[in-house]
């Protein structure tokens, strides 16, 4: 089993930036891809950006240029960094991860408990 604690969420305003962090622990050395999805009230849950263990990445088209994934291994840490948050960012982010390098809901193994970002217009 593997266990995915986030953090880092909280109120920001529109423009502002955020960092979130999900640290991994549990039988971790077998996992490839990681990854932020989010969820928004009355919306289904989407994959925001993801990171292979050889550190290749994507964003949806929504975030890219504004988000940055990122992770180091040697603290089983993956990091969101979140600039030029928009009032549409809002929504539960939740860490994930899985054993093969594309992540998607249905290779998704392990999942954190979420973390909210709201971001004020």
């Known amino acids: 089993q593997v266990q995915l604690v986030e953090s880092g969420g909280g109120l920001v305003q529109a423009g502002g930036s955020l960092r979130l962090s999900c640290v991994a622990s549990g039988r971790i050395f077998s996992i490839n891809a990681m990854g932020w999805y989010r969820q928004a009230p009355g919306k289904q849950r989407e994959l925001v950006a993801a990171i292979t263990s050889g550190g290749s990445t994507s964003y949806r088209d929504s975030v890219s240029g504004r988000f940055t994934i990122s992770r180091d291994n040697a603290k089983d840490t993956v990091y969101l960094q979140m600039n030029s948050l928009k009032p549409e960012d809002t929504a539960v982010y939740y860490c994930?991860?899985?054993?093969?390098?594309?992540?998607?809901?249905?290779?998704?193994?392990?999942w954190g408990q979420g973390t909210q970002v709201t971001v004020s217009s």
């Open positions: 994930a991860a899985g054993y093969w390098a594309l992540l998607d809901e249905t290779r998704t193994s392990y």
